[in-house]
Nanobody, 127 residues
Framework: QVALVESGGGLVQTGGSLRLSCAASGRTFSATRIDWFLGWFRQAPGKEREFVAGINWITISTYYANSVKGRFSISRDNAKNTVFLQMNSLKPEDTAVYYC????????????????WGQGTQVTVSS
């Protein structure tokens, strides 16, 4: 069983930066000896939830949506069982609730494929 808790959201101006964290409770991902994949998603008001970035826990292979490539960076700390999303050069279009999600298996952009979700953290970028 996995429980995810996001933190680090807030209000920033255009061009600013934020660092989101997603801490997992329970058994660590590495200890399960399962190929876990961690993803960050976001959902703006009136829009569908969309994939932002993801990382394979074991291989540390990373994936990014085209809209955030070159600006966002995903990473993980195995000792702390935590995944991070460094967000730079933020734009008003990045305003959304950001969710951390986890699944067992290969990388995927599909929301329904993720079994575990955090409560979300609000990111607001002012213009």
């Amino acid at each position: 069983q996995v429980a995810l808790v996001e933190s680090g959201g807030g209000l920033v101006q255009t061009g600013g930066s934020l660092r989101l964290s997603c801490a997992a409770s329970g058994r660590t991902f590495s200890a399960t000896r399962i190929d876990w994949f961690l993803g960050w998603f976001r959902q703006a008001p009136g829009k569908e939830r969309e994939f932002v970035a993801g990382i394979n826990w074991i291989t540390i292979s990373t994936y990014y949506a085209n809209s955030v490539k070159g600006r966002f960076s995903i990473s993980r700390d195995n000792a702390k069982n935590t995944v991070f999303l460094q967000m730079n050069s933020l734009k008003p279009e990045d305003t959304a609730v950001y969710y951390c999600a986890a699944r067992r298996g290969a990388a995927t952009y599909v929301v329904a494929s993720y079994s575990y979700w955090g409560q979300g953290t609000q990111v607001t970028v002012s213009s």
